[in-house]
């Protein structure tokens, strides 16, 4: 008898379940206007990831560290004359961000609700605890999974610790998300099989540059296309078993 191949799906949720990455381009914008006295956007707006990026292993991800590295980027280019009104600014941007209602991807509802009923579903997510909460919650699908994982960051251990306390371990799991750096490359490292869908917006911080090629990642252009992809696991499984 043939083994199931795929035993648990894992899936990212920023930008793989719900919009997230629009929300910080759209305040970065409203930002970067606001700070337009103190010189051009693109040298602001590398400021500011340079600050991010330097922030990252101080404050973790998510909205919080974001308005906080806003807050630097301000205070460093004004070189002490900024208006403390801008201040109050960045920290209701900040605020509107975490208040923001969840949108969910197309497909995304009915195609977990489709899985749930034939695999553990994982939710693997980096970030603020509170945030990604929050927006599990408000999303509506956290009746789907049977497993939420909120990490400060993916590597490959978080991927292989995952998958063997929720599934079958890392070699039977399948991995579904939009970032390479974070949702990719690690679980195919872990040993589990990835689905990527490259999302129109991708933080800068998770681009990679080199193609990736890896017998067990498939690049898939939405999440109806997970079916697609068991089913070609399954076959390949069966076929190295003739
Ligand atoms: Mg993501």
């Known amino acids: 008898m043939v083994q199931a191949t795929v035993t648990t799906l894992g899936f990212d949720a920023d930008d793989t379940l719900w919009q997230n990455e629009q929300f910080f381009r759209q305040t970065e914008e409203r930002f970067l206007e606001l700070l337009a006295d103190f010189g051009d956007r693109s040298a602001l707006s590398s400021r500011l990831f340079a600050v991010e990026?330097?922030?990252?292993?101080?404050?973790?991800?998510?909205?919080?560290?974001?308005?906080?590295?806003?807050?630097?980027?301000?205070?460093?280019?004004?070189?002490?004359?900024?208006?403390?009104?801008?201040?109050?600014?960045?920290?209701?941007?900040?605020?509107?961000m975490l208040n923001h209602p969840v949108e969910l991807l197309p497909g995304v509802r009915e195609t977990l609700e489709a899985l749930a009923d034939h695999y553990p579903l994982v939710l693997i997510t980096k970030g603020d605890l509170f945030d990604q909460?929050?927006?599990?919650?408000?999303?509506?699908?956290?009746?789907?999974?049977?497993?939420?994982?909120?990490?400060?960051?993916?590597?490959?251990?978080?991927?292989?610790?995952?998958?063997?306390?929720?599934?079958?371990?890392?070699?039977?799991?399948?991995?579904?998300?939009?970032?390479?750096?974070?949702?990719?490359?690690?679980?195919?490292?872990?040993?589990?099989?990835?689905?990527?869908?490259p999302h129109d917006l991708t933080w800068t911080y998770e681009h990679?540059?080199?193609?990736?090629?890896?017998?067990?990642l498939f690049v898939e252009e939405n999440i109806q296309k997970?079916?697609?992809?068991?089913?070609?696991?399954?076959?390949?499984?069966?076929?190295?078993r003739i």
């Open 226 to 240: 997970v079916f697609e992809v068991i089913e070609k696991i399954n076959i390949k499984s069966v076929d190295l």
């Open 133 to 197: 909460e929050r927006k599990l919650t408000a999303s509506g699908l956290a009746d789907l999974f049977n497993a939420v994982e909120i990490v400060s960051d993916k590597s490959a251990s978080t991927y292989a610790r995952v998958f063997a306390a929720r599934g079958d371990g890392a070699n039977k799991g399948l991995m579904v998300g939009n970032s390479l750096r974070s949702d990719i490359l690690p679980a195919l490292e872990a040993g589990a099989y990835a689905m990527h869908i």
């Open 208 to 216: 990679i540059e080199e193609p990736v090629e890896h017998p067990r």
């Open 53 to 96: 990026k330097r922030n990252i292993p101080i404050y973790g991800f998510g909205i919080k560290g974001f308005v906080l590295s806003m807050m630097e980027t301000a205070l460093e280019i004004s070189d002490g004359r900024l208006d403390p009104g801008i201040i109050a600014r960045v920290l209701t941007m900040g605020r509107e």
